[in-house]
């Protein structure tokens, strides 16, 4: 099985929000890689086979931001 790829739209405002949600991604067990952009407001994360869209999800969201948009593997999915 190959990785995912996940991008999310996540609103953030300043450079506490961005480090918030690479914090949680680091902690993150089956994260490869990943890149949060405040210039963007994008949260590009490369998984291992194993970990759902909607677990990385859940983890973005606990930080209290605001998730617009998603896409796994070029499929648009539910924010």
Do not use: W
């Amino acid at each position: 099985m190959a990785d995912h790829q996940y991008i999310f739209d996540v609103t953030m405002t300043c450079g506490g929000c961005s480090g918030a949600v690479e914090r949680v991604l680091k902690k993150m067990d089956g994260v490869k890689s990943f890149e949060v952009s405040l210039d963007t407001q994008k949260a590009t994360v490369t998984t291992e086979p194993t970990v759902s869209y909607e677990n990385v999800l859940a983890v973005i969201k606990k930080t209290g931001k605001s998730v617009t948009k998603g896409e796994a593997d070029g499929v648009e999915m539910a924010a």
